[in-house]
């Protein structure tokens, strides 16, 4: 775990001890009231930090806004600092919340235009991404034990517009008594609404116990069954990515993907071709 270098301190005009914080795959720090993060794209770090900048007050959510360094960037030697704010993750069963905010911050985005960084993202979630919505195939997977057959078969096409949304909203919104929850880190998708929703039920089914229920209060729709395909496609297609070509996803994550696969079959109709 490497502390960001003194020279980032100096340019985001940080003083006072630096802290490891829990969370952000351990790189995220605590200098006063900022919190430093490596980045690995400086143009998509960027871009966020204007979106975050520009974002009005909100009495259903709120957003930490970014430091600007000396010279106006918003990234100094591959780091980007944010105004600390307080919170635990919202997964702890606090799915209505989660999911309100989700909705609110996106009603805030939705002026505003697709930018044409998605474009050259080539990091495993951005690819996972575009195979979840048929942009590209699922080729040089690992094995994923005939799941990603299965869900691609239930895929139907779907007629909802696109906007900016974040793709990743389940462990980053923070919530804290007295204020509305916090949404961070931003991972910004050109995809519908339900879909940042869908991934939202998904992680909560796969990786935080939640009950079922949680698909019937959120995607009661066709359309809504279909993003959580796509929903567990992506995640399903991003663990084979991280693992590397030829290699297997653990038998522990396999398990998991095939419970919630056939909570999702049960909701559609007994003759749909499942391909199994």
């Known amino acids: 775990m490497t502390e960001p270098p003194a020279g980032v301190l100096a340019a ?6 630096v802290h490891p914080l829990a969370g952000g795959q351990g790189q995220s720090f605590r200098a006063g009231n900022a919190v430093l993060k490596p980045v690995d794209d400086a143009e998509e770090a960027e871009w966020s930090a204007e979106v975050f900048a ?11 806004q970014p430091c600007r360094a000396d010279d106006g960037s918003h990234v100094v030697a591959g780091w980007a600092a944010y105004e600390f704010v307080a919170g635990r993750a919202g997964p702890a069963g606090e799915w209505a919340t989660l999911i309100a905010a989700g909705r609110a911050f996106h009603q805030a985005l939705r002026h505003l235009p697709r930018p ?4 050259r993202r080539r990091h495993p979630w951005a690819v996972a991404d575009r195979i979840a919505w048929d942009e590209i195939g699922p080729v040089a997977l690992a094995h994923t034990d005939g799941l990603l057959t299965t ?7 779907v007629d909802t517009p696109s906007q900016l949304v ?6 980053n919104v923070l919530l804290q008594s007295g204020q509305p929850p916090a949404v961070i880190d931003f991972s910004p998708y050109w995809r519908p609404v339900g879909y940042a929703e869908a991934i939202v039920v998904a992680d909560g089914l796969l990786y935080h116990d939640a ?3 949680l698909i019937n ?3 009661p729709s066709h359309d809504g069954l279909q993003m959580l395909v796509r929903a567990l496609i992506f995640r399903l297609s991003t663990s084979a990515l991280l693992e590397g070509p030829g290699k297997t996803i653990p038998q ?15 909701r559609f109709p007994a003759d749909a071709d499942t391909g199994t």
Do not use: I
Not at 116 to 119: E, K, P, R, T, V
Not at 252 to 266: D, M, N, Q, S
């Open 12 to 17: 985001f005009r940080l003083t006072g001890a």
């Open 54 to 64: 520009g974002l009005a007050p909100s009495a259903e959510f709120r957003v930490p």
């Open 116 to 119: 044409g960084l998605l474009d």
């Open 151 to 157: 869900l691609r078969a239930l895929k139907r096409p």
């Open 166 to 171: 974040h793709g990743d909203l389940t462990g």
């Open 211 to 213: 009950a079922p229920a």
């Open 217 to 219: 209060s959120t995607l």
């Open 252 to 266: 522990e994550e396999l398990t998991r993907f095939a419970r919630v696969t056939g909570l999702l079959k049960e």
